[in-house]
């Protein structure tokens, strides 16, 4: 989850910049005071329905008519981005399974946090490239689960390939939104991430205020030091805590949109699901709005929105979607783009 005038970058902009056949529907859901049109982000690509951070989950996105697809970013050893949800991938890989690997097991600290496992920056590109990817969540996604083993790890310009190659084919923007996860880590160990990131949105062609990409982080100073390096536009994500009024116009200077968990942007605990103030804080400050993340299976929803017992079973996320939509949110991460898409076509926002 980069600078217009006030260093805004509206949903009215992403989406007339971005998608610019929506001008004109843009321009009357204006005039009108109806909602306007948010973006579906392919959370991971459709990562539902496929296993995260592969090139057919990201397909599958695309297909389902999702605005962007989102990789989140992390280093090889000799320095390559590649799409994986962490550094530790034992659980979105084959990894454990081959015995010529199993002397990279190790524990490592990574933002105070300690993790055991086989770790990206351990192991080269090409090294990477022998592994096969498996559903992360397999007692919750089992449809998913048997796509286990078919692709490999994509690297970011090989998904940032995909997205352009498909929005030629289908003549509509496919946007990338890739997370930069534990640059400062990276950057301790000897691999720049923030430098890498602005060397691929350039070599991708993506260097530009107008470019179909928003480059997010939950850290600060790295987002602060990719506007040094690069026009694309960029957002601050947040996970917990409710940012202050002056805190959010500070972030303006140096991003364009705010990257929120869910529950800061809507009342989670309200069946009526109203939207927070916080909401319009950070359209006030010029901010995009983009919350993260609708998931379908009860073990995600609130209470209210859940249906049945079973922890995999699919509650009602339309309500959610809604609810965000109503709120006026300017996008909206999904691990189901199809149902996002729908939803969004049926309350006349398409």
């Known amino acids: 989850m980069t600078r217009l005038t006030r260093r ?22 204006k005039a009108s005071a109806r909602p306007r049109r948010p973006l579906v982000i392919g959370h991971r690509g459709a990562s539902g329905e496929r296993p995260e951070h592969t090139l057919t989950a990201y397909q599958r996105a695309i297909d389902q008519g999702a605005d962007f697809i989102e990789p989140d970013l992390v280093m090889t050893r000799d320095g390559a981005l590649v799409a994986r949800h962490e550094n530790e991938i034992s659980e979105t890989t084959d990894v454990a399974a081959r015995a010529e690997f199993a002397d990279r097991r190790t524990v490592k600290e990574i933002d105070g946090e300690r993790f055991e496992g086989w770790f990206t920056e351990d192991f080269t590109l090409a090294e990477l490239k022998q592994l096969k990817a498996r559903e992360r969540l397999p007692h919750l996604r089992p449809d998913s689960a048997a796509f286990d083993g078919q692709d490999d790890i994509p690297t970011f310009a090989e998904v940032v390939a995909l997205a352009q190659r498909e929005g030629q084919r289908l003549g509509r923007p ?30 991708a062609g993506l260097d530009r205020r107008d470019a179909p990409i928003f480059v997010q982080c939950f850290e600060i100073e790295p987002l602060r030091r990719f506007r040094t390096h690069s ?24 991003v364009d949109g705010f990257g929120p968990q869910i529950s800061l942007v809507l009342d989670l605990e309200d069946p009526r699901l109203p939207a927070r103030p916080l909401l319009a804080r950070a359209k006030a400050a010029g901010l995009a709005v983009h919350p993260w993340t609708v998931r379908h299976e009860n073990n995600f929803l609130p209470p209210a929105l859940r249906r049945g017992s079973d922890p995999a079973g699919h509650g009602d996320a339309d309500t959610l979607l809604r609810a965000l939509y109503l709120a006026g949110v300017d996008g909206v991460f999904t691990d189901f783009p199809e149902r996002a898409v729908q939803v969004r076509q049926a309350m006349g926002l398409a």
Do not use: R
């Not at 805004?8 to 859901?29: G, K, R």
């Not at 990338?176 to 602005?198: D, R, T």
């Open 8 to 29: 805004a970058f509206s949903a009215t902009a992403a989406a007339m910049t971005l998608v610019p056949s929506l001008t004109a529907a843009q321009a009357s859901d």
């Open 174 to 203: 496919i946007g990338v939104y890739p997370e930069m996860k534990h640059p400062s880590y990276f950057e301790g160990i000897g691999l720049p991430m923030v430098e890498a990131m602005a060397q691929a949105v350039t070599g």
């Open 231 to 254: 026009q694309a536009p960029s957002v601050m994500l947040v996970g917990e805590g409710e940012p202050t009024a002056g805190t959010l116009a500070e972030w303006a200077t140096f």
